[in-house]
C-alpha cells in the first residue's frame, strides 16, 4: 500500500484487516465454554481504534515487507491490549464502569468471567503470535520472545502495578515517565517492532522503531491525561476525570496543559526525527504520529 492513499483510508483498510484476522483466530461465541467465548469477542469487538495493530502493519511496510506477514503479530498485540484494558477496568483495579462507549466486561458477564476472559486473551495472543511465518532474521521464538517481554513485570504489567501505588502518593515527572514508559509506550513500540521483525527487517531499522516508539507512546499518553480532563465521557468513550477523581499524578497535574501540550509536541517532533533512516517509506509513520498528536478521543 502506497504513501499516495490518504491516511484516513490507510487506518479504515488496516482496521478491517484486522478486524477480520482476529474473527478467524477468536473462538466463535457459540463454542463451549459459550459465556467465556462471548465475553472475549465482547471487549475485542467493541470498537477499539486498533492502533497498535495499525502501527504494526505500518511498520512492516516501512521496512519494504508485506504486510501480510505481520497480521499474526498485529492481532496478538490487539488481544494483550484488550486483556489489559479488561483488568484494567475490574473494581480492583482502576474501577470503571465504560470503556469504549459500552459498559466494561465485568459489567456485563460479572467480575470472574472478565478475569478469566482477560487471561483467555492474554493466553491466546501466544498461540496467535507462534502462527508468525519465520523469515531469515527471526523466527517464531523471537517474536514470542519481543511479546512476552513486553506483557510481562518490567513492562506493561509492572507499569499498572506502580500506576496503583501511584494513587493519592506524590509522584515526580521523572517516575511517571518510568511509568508509562512501562505500561503505554513499551507495546506501542512493541507493535512496531514485531512488524518490522515480521519481515525481517534490519537491527537499524528496529532500533529507530524502538525510539520512535518510545517517543509516540509517552506523546501518546501525554494527550491521554490531556483528553480526560478536557473532553466529555461521550467523546472519549470512556469515564473522564476518573485521573483527578482518584488523585493520580498525570501530566497535567504536574506541568500543566499548555505545558503537557508542548511536552507532547516535542516527543512527536523526536519521534518524527528518529524515521530518518526509512527515508520516504517511514511518511506513514509520520503520518500517524501527527494524527495521535492532534486527536481529541
Same mark, same amino acid.
Given at each position: 500500500?502506497?504513501? +499516495?492513499?490518504? *491516511? @484516513?483510508?490507510?487506518?479504515?483498510?488496516?482496521?478491517?484487516?484486522?478486524?477480520?484476522?482476529?474473527?478467524?483466530?477468536?473462538? @466463535?461465541?457459540?463454542?463451549?465454554? @459459550?459465556?467465556?467465548?462471548?465475553?472475549?469477542?465482547?471487549?475485542?469487538?467493541?470498537?477499539?481504534?486498533?492502533?497498535?495493530?495499525?502501527?504494526?502493519?505500518? /511498520?512492516?511496510?516501512?521496512?519494504?515487507?508485506?504486510? =501480510?506477514?505481520?497480521?499474526?503479530? =498485529?492481532?496478538?498485540?490487539?488481544?494483550?491490549?484488550?486483556?489489559?484494558?479488561?483488568?484494567? +477496568?475490574?473494581?480492583?483495579?482502576?474501577?470503571?464502569?465504560?470503556?469504549?462507549?459500552?459498559?466494561? !466486561?465485568?459489567?456485563?458477564?460479572?467480575?470472574?468471567? =472478565?478475569?478469566?476472559?482477560?487471561? /483467555?486473551?492474554?493466553?491466546? =495472543?501466544?498461540?496467535?503470535?507462534?502462527?508468525?511465518?519465520?523469515?531469515?532474521?527471526? !523466527?517464531?521464538?523471537?517474536?514470542?520472545? #519481543? *511479546?512476552?517481554?513486553?506483557?510481562?513485570?518490567?513492562?506493561?504489567?509492572?507499569?499498572?502495578?506502580?500506576?496503583?501505588?501511584?494513587?493519592?502518593?506524590?509522584? !515526580?515527572?521523572?517516575?511517571?515517565?518510568?511509568?508509562?514508559?512501562? @505500561?503505554t509506550a513499551a507495546l506501542l513500540t512493541s507493535s512496531l517492532k514485531l512488524g518490522a521483525m515480521s519481515v525481517g527487517a534490519s537491527q537499524k531499522k528496529l532500533s529507530s522503531l524502538e525510539e520512535f516508539g518510545q517517543c509516540t507512546g *509517552?506523546?501518546?499518553?501525554?494527550?491521554?491525561?490531556?483528553?480526560?480532563?478536557?473532553?466529555?465521557? #461521550?467523546?472519549?468513550?470512556?469515564? /473522564?476525570?476518573?485521573? #483527578?477523581?482518584?488523585?493520580? /499524578?498525570?501530566?497535567?497535574?504536574?506541568?500543566?496543559? #499548555?505545558?503537557s501540550k508542548k511536552i507532547a509536541e516535542k516527543l512527536t517532533v523526536k519521534a518524527i526525527d528518529s524515521l530518518k533512516p526509512f527515508k520516504n517509506n517511514g511518511k506513514r509513520l509520520e503520518e500517524l504520529a501527527h494524527y495521535l498528536l492532534?486527536?481529541?478521543?
Amino acid at each position: 500500500m502506497g504513501n +499516495d492513499i490518504n *491516511l @484516513k483510508t490507510f487506518v479504515s483498510d488496516h482496521r478491517k484487516r484486522i478486524d477480520e484476522a482476529l474473527n478467524s483466530f477468536l473462538p @466463535k461465541s457459540t463454542v463451549r465454554p @459459550k459465556t467465556l467465548h462471548k465475553s472475549m469477542r465482547y471487549s475485542l469487538f467493541a470498537g477499539g481504534k486498533r492502533l497498535r495493530p495499525v502501527l504494526c502493519l505500518a /511498520a512492516s511496510e516501512a521496512c519494504g515487507g508485506d504486510f =501480510a506477514n505481520a497480521i499474526p503479530a =498485529a492481532c496478538a498485540v490487539e488481544c494483550i491490549h484488550t486483556y489489559s484494558l479488561i483488568h484494567d +477496568d475490574l473494581p480492583c483495579m482502576d474501577d470503571d464502569d465504560m470503556r469504549r462507549g459500552k459498559p466494561t !466486561n465485568h459489567k456485563v458477564f460479572g467480575e470472574p468471567v =472478565a478475569v478469566l476472559a482477560g487471561d /483467555a486473551l492474554l493466553t491466546l =495472543a501466544f498461540e496467535i503470535i507462534s502462527s508468525t511465518k519465520p523469515n531469515k532474521k527471526y !523466527n517464531n521464538g523471537d517474536m514470542v520472545k #519481543e *511479546l512476552a517481554l513486553t506483557s510481562g513485570s518490567k513492562h506493561l504489567v509492572g507499569g499498572q502495578v506502580l500506576d496503583l501505588e501511584g494513587e493519592n502518593e506524590e509522584i !515526580n515527572s521523572r517516575t511517571l515517565q518510568f511509568i508509562h514508559s512501562s @505500561k503505554t509506550a513499551a507495546l506501542l513500540t512493541s507493535s512496531l517492532k514485531l512488524g518490522a521483525m515480521s519481515v525481517g527487517a534490519s537491527q537499524k531499522k528496529l532500533s529507530s522503531l524502538e525510539e520512535f516508539g518510545q517517543c509516540t507512546g *509517552l506523546a501518546f499518553q501525554v494527550i491521554d491525561d490531556i483528553l480526560d480532563v478536557t473532553q466529555s465521557s #461521550e467523546t472519549l468513550g470512556k469515564s /473522564a476525570g476518573k485521573d #483527578e477523581a482518584v488523585n493520580k /499524578a498525570t501530566y497535567p497535574s504536574i506541568h500543566g496543559l #499548555e505545558k503537557s501540550k508542548k511536552i507532547a509536541e516535542k516527543l512527536t517532533v523526536k519521534a518524527i526525527d528518529s524515521l530518518k533512516p526509512f527515508k520516504n517509506n517511514g511518511k506513514r509513520l509520520e503520518e500517524l504520529a501527527h494524527y495521535l498528536l492532534d486527536r481529541d478521543y
